[in-house]
């Protein structure tokens, strides 16, 4: 069955009372995932950590728990997620630990080689510019810092015939790989995405 139109326009830029309660839903539904992106970046201690498409705020908590002596940003284009992010992150943002930015992902208010990981997890299709977007995440990573990308791809028949193709759009995954190697990044892909989302793990190379 296909998600309605209007919840999906919500995922992508969440807005007033229908906004809050898809944050919460999602939640719920992506938890699993982003343990498992943070499970492959192998999260350390004093790790810079930037989070794209941080949403609800949910996987900021944990972040956080994971590199005590680091840093997290979140960065979402929804005014009412960072809200909400920041409402559920205000301890760690009061402490210095986390910090929630409003901000598209094609040109993020951080500067170069500042990351040691980052996370992207199913908002990818929502990308204007996935080339430019890439290389922008690649910009603001340390030399050797790791992007874990989880997203459906288009192998996965029963994401597109479930999500309104006006609002998500399911890229190949030799396309994404392909963008990544121009973005200055060597890429490991850990699942191709056909039963599951794919998980891309990419380094950045050193100069």
Same mark, same amino acid.
Do not use: K, Y
């Given at each position: 069955m296909r998600r309605p139109y209007f919840i999906a326009v919500h995922a992508r830029n969440a807005r007033g009372l229908l906004g809050r309660l898809?944050?919460?839903?999602?939640?719920?539904?992506?938890?699993?995932?982003?343990?498992r992106v943070m499970d492959a970046l192998r999260i350390e201690q004093d790790d810079h950590?930037?989070?794209?498409?941080?949403?609800?705020? #949910? @996987? &900021?908590? +944990?972040? *956080?728990?994971?590199?005590?002596?680091g840093r997290v940003i979140g960065v979402d284009p929804s005014e009412l997620?960072?809200?909400?992010?920041?409402?559920?992150? #205000? @301890? &760690?943002? +009061?402490? *210095?630990?986390?910090?929630?930015?409003?901000?598209?992902v094609e040109s993020l208010p951080l500067p170069d080689d500042f990351f040691d990981k980052a996370q992207c997890v199913h908002v990818l299709y929502f990308w204007k510019d996935i080339e430019r977007s890439l290389r922008e995440i690649a910009r603001v990573l340390k030399p050797g810092g790791c992007l874990g990308l989880l997203f459906r791809t288009n192998a996965d028949l029963k994401a597109i015939t479930s999500f309104p193709p006006e609002i998500y759009r399911f890229p190949a995954l030799d396309d994404v790989v392909a963008?990544?190697?121009?973005?200055?990044?060597?890429?490991?892909?850990?699942d191709d995405g056909a039963n599951e989302p794919a998980l891309v793990l990419a380094t950045k190379r050193s100069v």
């Open positions: 898809i944050a919460f839903i999602m939640a719920r539904e992506t938890w699993r995932q982003n343990l950590i930037l989070d794209v498409g941080c949403g609800h705020g #949910r @996987s &900021l908590t +944990e972040l *956080a728990a994971r590199a005590p002596r997620m960072v809200e909400i992010a920041t409402q559920r992150s #205000r @301890s &760690l943002i +009061e402490a *210095a630990r986390v910090d929630v930015v409003l901000s598209g963008a990544l190697e121009r973005a200055g990044m060597d890429v490991h892909i850990s």
